[in-house]
């Protein structure tokens, strides 16, 4: 079973509806015992971080994602929730990854918003996936380059597009909303 973590970060319903599309069943879930038990974890989000925070450490799941062993998967305000300390609402993460997240510099360019390649791909979740296919991002904030960088994305400034280490995986693009590459790069996730 593959559970998606249930809280008030958005897009989780669009997550389970692209791993239909696939032929995965998959149960949009906060309860301890099916995220503890769960082949694959997904952790989506989308929304503002010290009130998507606020509610992990109310449900205590900010203690037991970190705590899991099976392959997790972070999704862009989760991604940013995974790493160590969030600019956005002067946010404390759950430091799984060892990044920082900051705001994009007030360029008349935020939010980066559409379409864009990553490079440096490092990570079995691209297989099948190259440097020239394009992935989705929409983000206000971006997680440094780290020795976790799995991918690099270069708007404004290279930051990390995507993450790993160990069991834990993440992506500031929306795998489930970028097409062809996004599906891979979901089927990969779900290989592992």
């Not at 490092?122 to 992935?135: A, G, T, V």
Request: aromatic share 10%.
């Amino acid at each position: 079973m593959i559970a998606i973590i249930k809280y008030n970060g958005g897009n989780v319903n669009s997550v389970q509806n692209a791993l239909e599309r696939l032929g995965f069943e998959s149960m949009i879930t906060d309860d301890f015992e099916l995220i503890k038990n769960a082949e694959k974890v997904i952790f989506p989000g989308v929304g503002e971080a010290s009130s998507a925070m606020k509610v992990l450490k109310e449900k205590g799941l900010d203690q037991l994602i970190p705590s899991l062993s099976q392959p997790v998967l972070g999704i862009c305000l989760g991604m940013q929730l995974m790493c160590k300390n969030n600019e956005e609402g002067n946010t404390v993460g759950m430091g799984i990854f060892d990044c920082d997240v900051k705001k994009f510099p007030p360029l008349n360019l935020v939010p980066h918003m559409g379409w864009n390649n990553v490079s440096n791909l490092k990570s079995l979740l691209f297989s099948e996936i190259s440097e020239e296919n394009d992935l989705y991002f929409v983000h206000s904030y971006y997680c440094e380059l780290s020795e976790n960088t799995s991918s690099v994305c270069d708007y404004i400034l290279p930051f990390s597009a995507s993450l790993q280490k160990d069991n834990f995986f993440a992506t500031q693009f929306h795998p489930e909303k970028s097409g062809k590459y996004g599906n891979e790069l979901f089927k990969n996730f779900l290989k592992l």
